[in-house]
T-cell receptor
Framework: NAGVTQTPKFRILKIGQSMTLQCTQD?????MYWYRQDPGMGLKLIYY???????DKGEVPNGYNVSRSTTEDFPLRLELAAPSQTSVYFC????????????FGPGTRLTVT | AQSVTQLGSHVSVSEGALVLLRCNYS??????LFWYVQYPNQGLQLLLK??????LVKGINGFEAEFKKSETSFHLTKPSAHMSDAAEYFC????????????FGAGTRLTVKP
């Protein structure tokens, strides 16, 4: 199993550009999450999904959108990038039976200038 | 809302010494508590969890943590540090078993000196 994979690993965006961060898991987990990690701060939940077709906002959803058309994929969309979105983004997944045991991807480091 | 505070953004110990990473929580109801470890350029990995069973929780790699309600603490310890323990450690709290409301601390970077 590859676990949770994220692409790209690094990206530099200009203000106002758009991009999609990809996340795929091969563990057949129904729960998936997107977090951002700012320097000196803990992770903050952006969006989460409890299954295909179901998504909901987390603690910091503004400026982002998500979709969940399949169990495996949970892409995160930035429509109009802003410097405040410079961060490291982590995708995670978990099984509903052990929702606390989240498996994390390696992260995407995004810089908006 | 629930929260955690990790005391000390950076802890340095010698190899073989005791590791103590501090975490205090704030919660209006009995919480679920977690410690995660993040190695360089990797995602977070669950070290151990407290889910209202035994107050002394043992995790992977020789780490353990004790839930102390009276002190609202969940400190992480390891009797003898190893070079491979150098990483960033995050304490987290959740009120629901499904973790949609998980809140992470700011992290503590552990350095192990030879």
């Amino acid at each position: 199993n590859a676990g949770v994979t994220q692409t790209p690993k690094f990206r530099i965006l200009k203000i106002g550009q758009s991009m999609t961060l990809q996340c795929t898991q091969d563990m057949n987990h129904n729960y998936m999450y997107w977090y951002r990690q700012d320097p000196g701060m803990g992770l903050k939940l952006i969006y989460y999904s409890v299954g295909a077709g179901i998504t909901d906002k987390g603690e910091v959803p503004n400026g982002y959108n998500v979709s969940r058309s399949t169990t495996e994929d949970f892409p995160l969309r930035l429509e109009l990038a802003a410097p405040s979105q410079t961060s490291v983004y982590f995708c995670a997944s978990s099984n509903s039976g052990k929702a606390y045991e989240q498996y994390f991807g390696p992260g995407t480091r995004l810089t908006v200038t | 809302a629930q929260s955690v505070t990790q005391l000390g953004s950076h802890v340095s110990v010698s190899e073989g010494a005791l590791v103590l990473l501090r975490c205090n929580y704030s919660s209006s109801v009995p919480p679920y508590l977690f410690w995660y470890v993040q190695y360089p350029n990797q995602g977070l990995q669950l070290l151990l969890k407290y889910t209202s069973a035994a107050t002394l929780v043992k995790g992977i790699n020789g780490f353990e943590a004790e839930f102390k309600k009276s002190e609202t603490s969940f400190h992480l310890t390891k009797p003898s540090a190893h070079m491979s323990d150098a990483a960033e450690y995050f304490c987290a709290v959740s009120l629901q078993y499904n973790n949609n409301d998980m809140r992470f601390g700011a992290g503590t970077r552990l350095t192990v000196k030879p």
